[in-house]
């Protein structure tokens, strides 16, 4: 090999080595018009620009999942099989939440019509889910399980979604406070000697949000051991925090799993936050599992973000371009393993200018 072809390889090499020090990872969804060749070209292209894995969703589709699994692996991408959890619609009616009013998420869901969630401690629910998710194991090239959803409804909203409900919440409120069907107050009134529905304010007991927290992490923990005795893994999309956010959001004590990846939901405008909170929250996320756990920093990305400054809906916001050097810097900073992109599909042409460019200067 002459001298000008190995400092040509050389330099090839070390460039890769460069860009594989943040691995990139996509959030994206199987949609009206997606074909096995659509899914080819959008995984090669995103593959040109860091991406490493895709944490792709086609619900409980095996046939769709197979089809999405072998083409990221005949592109050497990582594969989860990512699929909302306890969010599902049209299931036995006896299977939902119930708030403190004595309604049924199933009937009168909390902020929209599809928040309907199911209870983590029916134990018929379980066995629904854990054989859904065992069906997806099930394909040879899916990687990991990933969980999304994975929690109560949300008793408090991020700061940056009240306007768009109407909303102030800085205290729990009793028709996103779940859950209070017989089940789960008999059992914590057997548990603590506590009748929870005859509590004058149950938002202030804190054995009562841990009796929820516990409930959660139960069935994450009895899933991620069933997963794993099939030789699959299982990642997690999370709240921020858990501290700061998801245990008081959502019930999320997210700490205390035994998944093997966590994929933080950072989304810095639902919380009215800067691009820098980003590598702040991941400091204390990274902390949280004492660097036992990989955590991959997900990123919300502004498609239409020349026209942010008149966008009110956080979930029509995100990163601009101009932010994502300083979110992907601050993420890695922190600890994390590297991160993820909700979604690809909102990466304008400038936003993968601006993450080819951080990735290439780490």
């Not at 996509?26 to 995103?46: A, H």
């Not at 040109?48 to 969703?57: D, L, M, N, Y």
């Not at 998420?105 to 018929?124: C, G, H, I, Q």
């Not at 090239?141 to 109407?166: P, S, T």
Request: glycine letters at 6%; one cysteine or more.
């Amino acid at each position: 090999m002459n001298r000008k072809i190995f400092t040509l390889l050389t330099l090839f090499l070390w460039a890769g080595a460069l860009q594989a020090e943040i691995p990139v990872y996509v959030w994206q969804s199987w949609g009206r018009n997606t074909t096995e060749s659509s899914l080819k070209d959008e995984f090669t292209k995103w593959k040109k620009h860091g991406v490493v894995g895709v944490c792709f969703s086609a619900g409980f589709d095996v046939e769709k999942t197979a089809i999405a699994a072998k083409t990221a692996k005949s592109l050497g991408l990582e594969y989860h099989a990512w699929v909302p959890c306890m969010m599902q619609s049209g299931l036995d009616s006896t299977w939902y939440t119930v708030n403190r009013l004595g309604e049924s998420s199933y009937s009168d869901p909390a902020y929209v019509p599809y928040y309907k969630f199911l209870d983590p401690r029916n134990e018929e629910v379980q066995a629904f889910l854990i054989g859904k998710y065992l069906e997806l194991a099930a394909i040879p090239e899916v990687d990991y399980i990933q969980l999304d959803f994975i929690r109560y409804a949300d008793v408090i909203l991020g700061r940056g979604l009240w306007d768009k409900y109407g909303l102030v919440m800085h205290e729990e409120y009793p028709k996103a406070d779940y859950c209070y069907c017989d089940d789960c107050v008999n059992a914590f009134k057997s548990q603590t000697g506590i009748d929870i529905r005859r509590v004058k304010d149950p938002s202030k007991n804190k054995k009562w949000a841990q009796f929820r927290c516990d409930a959660v992490t139960s069935f994450v923990n009895k899933l991620t051991e069933v997963v794993h005795a099939k030789g699959k893994k299982v990642s997690a999309d999370v709240f921020p925090g858990p501290r700061s956010y998801a245990v008081k959001m959502v019930r999320q004590e997210w700490d205390k799993w035994k998944v093997d990846a966590f994929f933080p939901m950072n989304y810095n405008d639902f919380y009215v936050e800067g691009a820098a909170w980003v590598g702040k929250v991941t400091r204390e996320e990274v902390k949280s599992v004492k660097g036992k756990v990989p955590v991959y920093s997900g990123l919300f990305i502004c498609r239409d973000w020349r026209k942010k400054e008149q966008i009110i809906d956080p979930e029509g916001s995100g990163l601009l371009p101009s932010e994502i050097a300083e979110a992907v810097k601050g993420s890695m900073k922190a600890g994390a393993k590297g991160v993820c992109l909700f979604t690809p599909h909102s990466m304008t042409e400038e936003h993968w200018e601006a993450l080819d460019k951080v990735l290439s200067e780490q």
